[in-house]
């Protein structure tokens, strides 16, 4: 059993709209297991939440997918550039180390 893989699971949280396209581009990019599922957001708006410049967005996509250790900046620094993940209110990317995945 081979248990040298140095993988991370990659968390996406974006807008609907972006479905298509974010899941190209992992596939593009060679991640692995993907998975798409539906969410709605929590956030009502109110004053406090105008405060800091949240916008409600309840119609989003949770993307997990598994990706080489080493791909995980070249990941986010894709979602910044190109699908403006940098901005307030477009998505947000992380990254949850993986200790051991054996195949």
Do not use: W
Not at 20 to 43: K, R
Not at 55 to 71: D, G, H, M, N, V
């Amino acid at each position: 059993m081979n248990c040298e893989l140095h993988v991370v699971l990659l968390m996406v949280i974006a807008p609907r709209e972006q479905k298509e396209t974010l899941v190209a581009a992992l596939h593009e990019h060679h991640a692995n297991y993907i998975n798409v599922m539906f969410g709605h957001g929590s956030l009502h708006l109110s004053p406090m939440a105008s405060v800091f410049g949240f916008e409600s967005e309840p119609k989003k996509i949770i993307i997990t997918a598994f990706i080489r250790q080493e791909q995980s900046g070249e990941m986010i620094t894709l979602l910044e550039d190109k699908y403006k993940f940098n901005q307030e209110n477009t998505g947000f990317a992380f990254t949850i180390p993986i200790e051991r995945l054996c195949h």
